[in-house]
């Protein structure tokens, strides 16, 4: 390649590095800091989780130690503090808990319903939503405990929620569609499960379906 060629290349590249070079620097450095950022975030993330497990690890221990004040502390910390880790709704159930065994209904209720609205594991939302749903049938607010049970992502409750919703409508004296749901909860529940007799004893309690 002859020397003229050489300083026409060289040209080319001054002019594109006049244009676009400081783009190219700018996007270097925006994704070195996207890079760092997202470690970052993941480290604190960790730390969180990890500190927010040790502090539930900590709340169950002083709970079944009969520690019960400290075990509260440390579960409302979680509530507070750590609301974003799967650690806080199990911490809001477990209060609940602790405010029921006290006797405090409408504490527990309270806790049931955090629990419900921020926990971030369906499982433990799930589990908060029946048994908010219980308490208000057993209370006797029938229309409040089925509405909590309107839910579309049933994520593996799905024999739960059919058997409550058979109590709630029994409770009304609308037999035969508990008795539709007492079915639906049986065909949810796994092959073999322990619990099928009960609600087979709930469907016999039921009588004779009318006819048509």
Same mark, same amino acid.
């Given at each position: 390649?002859?020397?003229?060629?050489?300083?026409?290349?060289?040209?080319?590249?001054?002019?594109?590095?006049?244009?676009?070079?400081?783009?190219?620097? &700018?996007?270097?450095?925006?994704?070195?800091?996207?890079?760092?950022?997202?470690?970052?975030?993941?480290?604190?993330?960790?730390?969180?989780?990890?500190?927010?497990?040790?502090? &539930?690890?900590?709340?169950?221990?002083? &709970?079944?130690?009969?520690?019960?004040?400290?075990?509260?502390?440390?579960?409302?910390?979680?509530?507070?503090?750590?609301?974003?880790?799967?650690? !806080?709704?199990?911490?809001?159930?477990?209060? !609940?808990?602790?405010?029921?065994?006290?006797?405090?209904? @409408?504490?527990?209720?309270?806790?049931?319903?955090?629990?419900?609205?921020?926990?971030?594991?369906?499982?433990?939302?799930? !589990?908060?939503?029946?048994?908010?749903?219980?308490?208000?049938?057993?209370?006797?607010?029938?229309? @409040?405990?089925?509405?909590?049970?309107?839910?579309?992502?049933?994520?593996?409750?799905?024999?739960?929620?059919?058997?409550?919703?058979?109590?709630?409508?029994?409770?009304?004296?609308?037999?035969?569609? @508990?008795?539709?749901?007492?079915?639906?909860?049986?065909?949810?529940?796994?092959?073999?499960?322990?619990?099928?007799?009960?609600?087979?004893?709930?469907?016999?309690?039921?009588?004779?379906?009318?006819?048509?």
């Amino acid at each position: 390649m002859s020397a003229y060629a050489d300083q026409e290349e060289l040209d080319k590249l001054k002019a594109w590095w006049k244009n676009y070079g400081s783009s190219v620097i &700018f996007g270097v450095l925006l994704g070195a800091a996207i890079l760092i950022g997202f470690r970052y975030w993941t480290h604190y993330t960790e730390q969180r989780l990890q500190a927010a497990s040790v502090l &539930f690890d900590r709340m169950m221990q002083d &709970f079944h130690s009969k520690k019960l004040e400290t075990a509260r502390q440390s579960g409302e910390s979680l509530l507070n503090d750590s609301s974003s880790t799967p650690y !806080a709704g199990m911490a809001g159930l477990m209060l !609940a808990r602790m405010d029921f065994e006290a006797g405090d209904a @409408a504490g527990g209720r309270k806790h049931l319903q955090w629990v419900v609205e921020h926990a971030e594991d369906a499982a433990t939302t799930h !589990a908060a939503r029946l048994r908010l749903a219980r308490i208000n049938l057993d209370s006797g607010d029938k229309q @409040a405990a089925l509405a909590l049970l309107e839910v579309k992502d049933l994520a593996g409750f799905e024999a739960e929620y059919a058997e409550l919703k058979g109590d709630i409508y029994l409770a009304q004296g609308q037999r035969e569609q @508990a008795r539709a749901a007492y079915r639906e909860a049986l065909k949810q529940l796994p092959a073999g499960s322990p619990y099928a007799p009960v609600i087979s004893m709930k469907l016999d309690d039921l009588g004779p379906e009318k006819s048509s």
